[in-house]
């Protein structure tokens, strides 16, 4: 007679170990492992599974008792190399952030600003964090937007097969490969764009239904229809 439970997360589809930090949607019940969910989350509102509407708030973790070992406990599996998304501490520091953090530029002050996303009531807005402020700056509702909770920063320290570039675009474009970043209260992705304001390049959100890119700036939501995309390209369809 078998250990295992046989149940899958229905996001990576491995099955559930002994070990696994397992989280379940509140409204509809699905679970998955903790970093499927938490990553998914991160581009969408609603649960991978039956679609059903389902913010970060709405999930909690789960315990199951296992009577002994199961035999997939035992396999090493290997890692996937991808992005993730790292919930902010204010502990971090500048140094530790750029071991791991994805550097948009320097602003007008000269500090280094990362990419990051942030929750603000129902939607989760592309941001930059600048962490000699240790908050991040997000454009929504016609409003600049300085927030220092719900944040979390972009992780490419287990990215290297692909490469993060900027792919101009304009008038509500979405390039190939381009990262959604997050998600309006209606579920319309979000991604990480820049755009030309004010006489310098400036970052920000592209709301592709509004065809236009947003950006704060002073204490403004300012947008232009021409803009660029960060895409996230895999290094051997780039060598092509």
């Not at 509809?28 to 581009?43: D, N």
């Not at 500090?111 to 009531?121: P, Q, T, W």
């Not at 474009?173 to 390049?201: K, M, N, Q, W």
Request: with cysteine; hydrophobic share 35%; glycine share 4%.
């Amino acid at each position: 007679m078998s250990n295992s439970l046989n149940v899958l997360c229905a996001i990576c589809s491995e099955y559930f170990s002994s070990c696994a930090i397992i989280y379940c949607t509140t409204k509809c019940g699905h679970v998955f492992h903790q970093q499927c969910l938490t990553r998914w989350l991160s581009h969408s509102d609603s649960c991978p599974q039956c679609r059903r509407k389902c913010h970060r708030h709405m999930v909690h973790r789960v315990y199951l008792n296992f009577s002994e070992p199961l035999p997939a406990d035992d396999l090493e599996s290997e890692a996937v190399k991808s992005f993730d998304w790292f919930p902010f501490d204010n502990n971090m520091t500048a140094e530790k952030i750029s071991k791991f953090g994805l550097k948009l530029d320097d602003d007008e002050d000269g500090d280094a600003i990362y990419a990051a996303h942030v929750y603000l009531n129902n939607d989760l807005l592309p941001a930059f964090y600048v962490p000699k402020k240790k908050g991040v700056y997000c454009a929504w509702n016609c409003q600049s937007h300085f927030l220092e909770d719900e944040i979390e920063l972009l992780d490419v320290s287990n990215d290297s097969e692909v490469e993060y570039k900027w792919v101009a675009a304009a008038n509500g474009e979405i390039p190939e490969h381009a990262l959604a970043f997050g998600y309006s209260d209606t579920g319309e992705s979000l991604y990480c764009g820049r755009a030309l304001v004010e006489g310098r390049i400036r970052y920000g959100k592209l709301h592709p239904s509004h065809s236009c890119c947003y950006v704060p700036f002073e204490r403004f939501e300012k947008n232009n229809n021409i803009y660029e995309v960060l895409v996230r390209v895999p290094k051997k369809e780039n060598s092509t």
